[in-house]
């Protein structure tokens, strides 16, 4: 399906006659042609030869008579390439029948675990969480419609200190109490009310070390308690979850503490390797390659001189599990990019272990951070962080409203139901249309705008296709063939066709602004088709195309988006 590889290995052979050896012939997209080659450019220095005589030699013996309507030299030495109709037909109506859309099944699935979200027990989901959970959800979906086998891996803050004095509020409030307050999801209360009472008094403080001392030592009373906790933030972030539309289940919760009983053998694994070495009192490892500013080794310390394992450890061990006992040869962490040292020193140190060996790899999938409209990190009106719940229904209230004032006969069902798709569909969108590296700008107006690089745009787009499908009152045929004649119809077409490439590609990078961008040149390529080919007045096979053309761009985009986690309403 992809036409730049088609070209490229039919041109190949006739560069390399002309040339004595391997030439790659640098096909790419063209405003000229649809397709043109430069390699003869390139090629000319090396063998003392005119560009345009080199091209013409290669023209001459290219054999694209089936896939090329026209190949011409220009300028300098250019060999512009314009797809024959049938050919790009044949691709189109390849896809109609498709029901992957050209997107094969790997024939070498991989087990990946993706790491993302990792709320903290008895903390609120902050904006700060919104980036990695919009991101590691699209990698999970893609990574597995490719056919991989996806372990989604919810690595929720819920061991160590802190649980002491959170326990100890609990049994201040009473069971019955303190369920009754978190069930309420004011999580952050909760942490703020036990931290004061820590801060301001010594018996509670007391008592809160005493209790940490309990908890790791395994004591049933305090673990029931400490359970109690943890249940109940997670069923808070399951109800964020499920508003954000997001695929994570209870069952991809893997706090901290479920490394606890591997920390001890993980440290003695490293110490009979010989890595571990003391440095002020703690166990370190020095991972090759990682030094400070002043050129020194800098150390990843994985026991603290006070006997407590810190983060290096558990991400070790998880690690170690991961690789070793569910044989994952993908690891993906979706965490900020600040997190890029420490994660650069844990997969030197497990690749040190031989915990981390081909196949197996780690990558640190990063990103930005989400500004508000001065710049700066967005923050609440009281100065704190932005409750990730609060934002998720802003956009929903936001969304809900124009879909209202759009289409006011919309009931208050279908309006809620839009509102929601177009709200959430905006927040993750704009999160995923910009290169994840970068910061961007929460800016409302924007994001729900129905013109632009936005959710909006792609929904409507989709929305209106399935408009002519009702109109029809019929769908399209399965079987039909698909003859783009138009320029309008071959920009569409040639937009459809590279879907799979871009899938492929977007697998291996995770840079899922090029999927946007692609889904998003789609719409605007059906939009110039929708407005210069009529599509229900026209007649016979030209109406047979036309519908099946609609019908493929509405799987793309439906397909693409879904992949994005973003739902795709029949009306808007």
């Given at each position: 399906?992809?036409?730049?590889?088609?070209?490229?290995?039919?041109?190949?052979?006739?560069?390399?006659?002309?040339?004595?050896?391997?030439?790659?012939?640098?096909?790419?997209?063209?405003?000229?042609?649809?397709?043109?080659?430069?390699?003869?450019?390139?090629?000319?220095?090396?063998?003392?030869?005119?560009?345009?005589?080199?091209?013409?030699?290669?023209?001459?013996?290219?054999?694209?008579?089936?896939?090329?309507?026209?190949?011409?030299?220009?300028?300098?030495?250019?060999?512009?390439?314009?797809?024959?109709?049938?050919?790009?037909?044949?691709?189109?109506?390849?896809?109609?029948?498709?029901?992957?859309?050209?997107?094969?099944?790997?024939?070498?699935?991989?087990?990946?675990?993706?790491?993302y979200s990792g709320p903290n027990v008895a903390k609120e989901m902050h904006v700060g969480h919104l980036r990695s959970t919009v991101i590691g959800d699209a990698a999970a979906r893609l990574l597995e419609?490719?056919?991989?086998?996806?372990?989604?891996?919810?690595?929720?803050?819920?061991?160590?200190?802190?649980?002491?004095?959170?326990?100890?509020?609990?049994?201040?409030?009473?069971?019955?109490?303190?369920?009754?307050?978190?069930?309420?999801?004011?999580?952050?209360?909760?942490?703020?009310?036990?931290?004061?009472?820590?801060?301001?008094?010594?018996?509670?403080?007391?008592?809160?070390?005493?209790?940490?001392?309990?908890?790791?030592?395994?004591?049933?009373?305090?673990?029931?308690?400490?359970?109690?906790?943890?249940?109940?933030?997670?069923?808070?972030?399951?109800?964020?979850?499920?508003?954000?539309?997001?695929?994570?289940?209870r069952a991809d919760f893997q706090g901290e503490s479920s490394y606890h009983d591997l920390l001890a053998s993980t440290l003695a694994e490293l110490d009979r390797l010989g890595l571990l070495r003391r440095?002020?009192?703690?166990?370190?490892?020095?991972?090759?390659?990682?030094?400070?500013?002043?050129?020194?080794?800098?150390?990843?310390?994985?026991?603290?001189?006070?006997?407590?394992?810190?983060?290096?450890?558990?991400?070790?061990?998880?690690?170690?599990?991961?690789?070793?006992?569910?044989?994952?040869?993908?690891?993906?962490?979706?965490?900020?990019?600040?997190?890029?040292?420490?994660?650069?020193?844990?997969?030197?140190?497990?690749?040190?272990?031989?915990?981390?060996?081909?196949?197996?790899?780690?990558?640190?999938?990063?990103?930005?951070?989400?500004?508000?409209?001065?710049?700066?990190?967005?923050?609440?009106?009281?100065?704190?962080?932005?409750?990730?719940?609060?934002?998720?229904?802003?956009?929903?209230?936001?969304?809900?409203?124009?879909?209202?004032?759009?289409?006011?006969?919309?009931?208050?069902?279908?309006?809620?139901?839009?509102?929601?798709?177009?709200?959430?569909?905006?927040?993750?969108?704009?999160?995923?249309?910009?290169?994840?590296?970068?910061?961007?700008?929460?800016?409302?107006?924007?994001?729900?705008?129905?013109?632009?690089?936005?959710?909006?745009?792609?929904?409507?787009?989709?929305?209106?296709?399935?408009?002519?499908?009702?109109?029809?009152?019929?769908?399209?045929?399965?079987?039909?063939?698909?003859?783009?004649?138009?320029?309008?119809?071959?920009?569409?077409?040639?937009?459809?066709?590279?879907?799979?490439?871009?899938?492929?590609?977007?697998?291996?990078?995770?840079?899922?602004?090029?999927?946007?961008?692609?889904?998003?040149?789609?719409?605007?390529?059906?939009?110039?088709?929708?407005?210069?080919?009529?599509?229900?007045?026209?007649?016979?096979?030209?109406?047979?195309?036309?519908?099946?053309?609609?019908?493929?761009?509405?799987?793309?985009?439906?397909?693409?988006?879904?992949?994005?986690?973003?739902?795709?309403?029949?009306?808007?």
């Open positions: 399906m992809d036409l730049e590889k088609l070209l490229t290995d039919r041109l190949a052979p006739a560069f390399a006659a002309v040339a004595g050896g391997p030439v790659d012939p640098v096909v790419r997209r063209s405003q000229h042609a649809d397709f043109q080659s430069d390699a003869a450019l390139a090629l000319a220095r090396r063998l003392g030869r005119p560009p345009r005589a080199i091209a013409e030699e290669v023209r001459a013996r290219a054999e694209l008579a089936d896939l090329c309507s026209a190949v011409e030299v220009s300028g300098p030495g250019f060999l512009n390439l314009t797809v024959a109709d049938r050919a790009l037909g044949g691709l189109v109506t390849a896809l109609v029948a498709d029901p992957r859309l050209g997107v094969p099944v790997v024939a070498d699935p991989e087990t990946v675990v993706v790491d419609w490719r056919g991989h086998r996806v372990l989604r891996a919810n690595h929720l803050g819920d061991w160590g200190t802190p649980f002491g004095m959170l326990i100890e509020h609990l049994v201040d409030l009473g069971e019955a109490g303190a369920a009754q307050e978190l069930s309420m999801g004011d999580l952050d209360a909760f942490y703020k009310a036990a931290r004061e009472k820590f801060d301001g008094d010594a018996a509670f403080r007391d008592r809160s070390r005493l209790r940490v001392v309990a908890l790791q030592g395994g004591d049933p009373a305090t673990r029931r308690l400490w359970r109690l906790l943890v249940t109940q933030s997670e069923s808070y972030f399951l109800t964020v979850y499920d508003l954000l539309d997001v695929t994570l289940s440095s002020d009192g703690a166990d370190c490892v020095f991972p090759a390659g990682s030094v400070g500013r002043d050129g020194e080794p800098l150390p990843l310390i994985v026991r603290k001189s006070d006997g407590g394992y810190g983060y290096p450890a558990t991400d070790l061990a998880a690690l170690r599990h991961r690789t070793g006992t569910l044989g994952a040869t993908r690891l993906l962490y979706v965490v900020g990019l600040p997190q890029r040292r420490h994660f650069e020193m844990v997969f030197a140190a497990a690749a040190q272990a031989g915990w981390l060996a081909p196949p197996a790899r780690a990558e640190h999938v990063g990103f930005g951070s989400i500004l508000g409209p001065d710049g700066r990190m967005l923050r609440s009106r009281a100065g704190g962080s932005v409750k990730l719940v609060d934002l998720l229904g802003e956009a929903v209230e936001r969304a809900t409203a124009l879909a209202r004032e759009r289409n006011p006969g919309l009931g208050d069902a279908e309006a809620a139901e839009v509102g929601r798709a177009v709200g959430i569909g905006a927040i993750k969108y704009a999160d995923l249309a910009g290169d994840r590296r970068k910061d961007y700008v929460l800016d409302w107006e924007r994001m729900l705008s129905l013109d632009g690089n936005t959710a909006p745009y792609l929904q409507y787009a989709y929305s209106r296709i399935r408009s002519i499908f009702r109109r029809a009152g019929a769908a399209a045929r399965p079987d039909a063939a698909v003859s783009p004649v138009e320029p309008a119809e071959r920009a569409l077409a040639f937009e459809l066709v590279g879907f799979p490439v871009v899938v492929d590609a977007v697998a291996g990078s995770l840079e899922f602004h090029h999927l946007a961008g692609h889904l998003h040149r789609v719409a605007v390529a059906f939009s110039a088709f929708y407005e210069r080919c009529p599509v229900l007045r026209a007649d016979g096979p030209v109406r047979e195309s036309r519908l099946a053309l609609c019908d493929l761009t509405a799987r793309v985009l439906g397909q693409g988006l879904f992949l994005l986690g973003i739902r795709t309403p029949e009306r808007l």
